[in-house]
Nanobody, 127 residues
Framework: QAQLVESGGGFVQPGGSLRLSCTAS????????IGWFRQAPGKEREGIVC????????YYRSTVQGRFTISRDNSKNAAYLDMNDLKPDDTGVYYC????????????????????WGQGTQVTVSS
């Protein structure tokens, strides 16, 4: 059984918005930093954002800074990625993952720093 489940992806026009959700099917998320990754067609998976379990720095990749916002609701065992002003280059499969600690670091984009993953949700941005 998948540890995490992403939802909320879909097809949107450039400039549109989506909210992705990440829920844990088995584990509790409250003690883990959570990252979002994406993999564009023909490209390698890239980390785009990380939010700490409680206190600490949230990291955003420069290409999404100001457009994407990560949040979490530990009472719902969930994390979210609000995506605004979507661009065609945002197209890809989006994954959430739990970090191997409660905090994010400057290596937030490094996939081996995460333990549990979802199966991804497709986001397609096209006119």
């Amino acid at each position: 059984q998948a540890q995490l489940v992403e939802s909320g992806g879909g097809f949107v026009q450039p400039g549109g918005s989506l909210r992705l959700s990440c829920t844990a099917s088995i584990i509790s998320l409250e003690n883990y930093a959570i990252g979002w990754f994406r993999q564009a067609p023909g490209k390698e998976r890239e980390g785009i954002v990380c939010i700490p379990a409680k206190d600490g720095r949230t990291y955003y990749r420069s290409t999404v800074q100001g457009r994407f916002t990560i949040s979490r609701d530990n009472s719902k065992n969930a994390a979210y990625l609000d995506m605004n002003d979507l661009k065609p280059d945002d197209t890809g499969v989006y994954y959430c993952a739990t970090a191997k600690s409660a905090w994010c670091s400057s290596s937030y984009y490094y996939a081996p720093g995460y333990d549990y993953w979802g199966q991804g949700t497709q986001v397609t941005v096209s006119s």
